[in-house]
């Protein structure tokens, strides 16, 4: 994500609800830069646009705390939470990251900046009147000056135009001391951040050398910029929970270099949560050599980064929340490996699954899955295959034209459940078979009694539940039987694509 912005030389943006001065040449260039894009701004912003109307050519996303206000063609958030679900899903519809531009005003710019990757600036040569400012990037350790123009004149205003982008360091990472998360977790580990060297190191005394608990420090030109707390036994003997505050982005190589480093020094570990700034996740998706899924945080400036020990196993792990639970869905990054339904109320007894919904506070203290929201909150995925997916899901569960199903591995099954998928895949949504009616297209009507069982056996391991329609399938006189997500669920998807048909016919009347 981006920002763009005009300022003074004392970074005002603005004065009495509107801009410091009309530039041509600037509003030009942002127009050009900004179009095909996404915006984000505020409502007083909007007020500054042309009879206060969306911009056209781009996707327009306004931060209001107005959660009820109606603007044609203007999308609205009224918390970051709900920012981040909007801009995930428009990354999934394919806008790239950063086309994603912060215009205004100073609120919304005060509150995005951490999550920004550069800064495009229009700086005037003097100083006006203002009472609304940008944030000093030149008192900014976290923004470097890249690039700079030649001065430029229109009318009585000199201006030029400036790049400035996040610092992301090259770190190395070392064990500092054992600490005691009882304490920390009573503290703010950011203090540990602020100051000199000296009392920095000093504010990490209070850290007890008691427990498995380790800290590792981050360092940069001999300067430690950051930590990350470990404590392999808050989740469980093979998963491990950590947190990471740094005061820099850190890069995708930085970030494999700590996540590697802490599986070496413990053979045992299979899979690490790791709780990290956004702003200092920024370059998270471009992470190689360790398998990762990224889901949001418990707090909209924080992420959830789920990284599986390299070589172990390449699988990706992705939630959908629906009306009566969860879409588990796992990934190898190239198709999708398995899909299974997890219902509220029910014990989540699957490792895969438990660690990453225990971090993710989805369970409760018996492994019991607590009923989620309806929006995909879940769904911030680097994997572009649980990507494919989870924009099939939202189109499946909101009644919408399907797209493109995300491609499922074809590794290798018997021959028989080959042609029982293969026939699965043939029935219409919203219509069902039963289990003697789909032997009969596999081996006919004369053999169809005697493999209808086969059948119901091969709908059971099917691995794809919901992508090949087994609910679909009905037993013999109609009854719901036979399904791995449980009955209740079939009798829901069933219910679903019939109420869903039927709105589309009645639409198209």
Request: proline share 5%; net charge neutral.
């Amino acid at each position: 994500m981006r920002a763009i912005v005009a300022v003074d030389r004392a970074y005002g943006i603005g004065k009495d609800g509107g801009l410091l001065r009309h530039v041509s040449a600037d509003l030009k260039r942002f127009k050009q830069i900004t179009t095909g894009g996404v915006v984000i701004y505020g409502r007083k912003t909007l007020d500054t646009f042309p009879g206060k109307r969306a911009l056209p050519g781009r996707e327009n996303i306004m931060l209001t705390k107005n959660a009820e206000l109606f603007v044609p063609n203007v999308q609205t958030a009224d918390s970051l939470e709900r920012l981040f679900e909007l801009l995930d899903k428009m990354n999934r519809k394919g806008f790239e990251r950063d086309r994603m531009f912060v215009i205004g005003g100073g609120s919304v710019y005060e509150q995005l900046l951490p999550f920004v990757s550069e800064v495009l600036i229009t700086r005037f040569a003097d100083i006006y009147e203002a009472d609304r400012h940008f944030p000093n990037l030149d008192e900014n350790e976290q923004f470097r000056l890249i690039e700079k123009s030649d001065w430029q004149t229109e009318g009585d205003v000199s201006f030029c135009y400036e790049t400035w982008r996040r610092v992301v360091p090259d770190v190395s990472v070392k064990e500092a001391r054992k600490i005691d998360w009882r304490i920390l977790s009573r503290q703010n580990p950011g203090d540990a951040l602020r100051g000199t060297l000296k009392q920095r190191r000093a504010a990490l005394q209070q850290f007890a050398e008691t427990g498995r608990q380790s800290i590792y420090a981050i360092s940069h030109d001999n300067d430690e910029i950051g930590y990350v707390l470990f404590a392999p036994e808050i989740i469980g003997a093979d998963a491990a929970s950590a947190v990471l505050h740094s005061r820099f982005s850190l890069s995708g190589s930085a970030l494999t270099k700590i996540l590697s480093l802490i599986f070496d020094e413990h053979p045992g570990l299979y899979s690490l949560v790791l709780s990290a700034d956004q702003c200092t996740a920024l370059d998270i998706d471009q992470l190689p050599d360790v398998t990762t899924t990224v889901l949001p945080g418990v707090s909209a400036d924080r992420v959830l980064l789920v990284a599986t020990r390299p070589n172990f196993s390449r699988l990706t792990v992705g939630f959908y929340p629906f009306e009566l639970g969860l879409v588990a869905l796992q990934s190898d990054g190239e198709a999708i490996t398995s899909v299974e339904f997890l219902q509220n109320g029910a014990i989540v007894s699957d490792e895969r699954f438990r660690m990453t919904l225990r971090a993710m506070r989805c369970l409760d203290r018996n492994d019991t899955l607590i009923r989620q929201s309806q929006d995909p909150f879940m769904s911030r995925t680097a994997d572009p295959v649980l990507a494919q997916a989870f924009n099939w899901l939202e189109a499946y569960f909101s009644g919408q034209p399907l797209p493109e199903m995300p491609p499922l591995s074809t590794r290798k099954q018997p021959e028989f459940t080959g042609k029982v998928i293969h026939a699965l895949e043939s029935i219409p949504f919203g219509e069902h078979l039963t289990y003697a009616e789909l032997a009969a297209v596999i081996v006919g009507e004369e053999k169809a009694a005697d493999y209808a069982r086969a059948v119901g056996q091969a709908c059971s391991a099917n691995p794809y539940a919901l992508f090949v329609p087994c609910h679909r399938v009905l037993g013999n006189r109609g009854e719901l039987v036979g399904f791995s997500g449980g009955i209740r669920v079939k009798d829901y998807l069933l219910n679903h694509e019939l109420v869903t048909r039927l709105e589309q016919a009645s639409r198209k009347k």
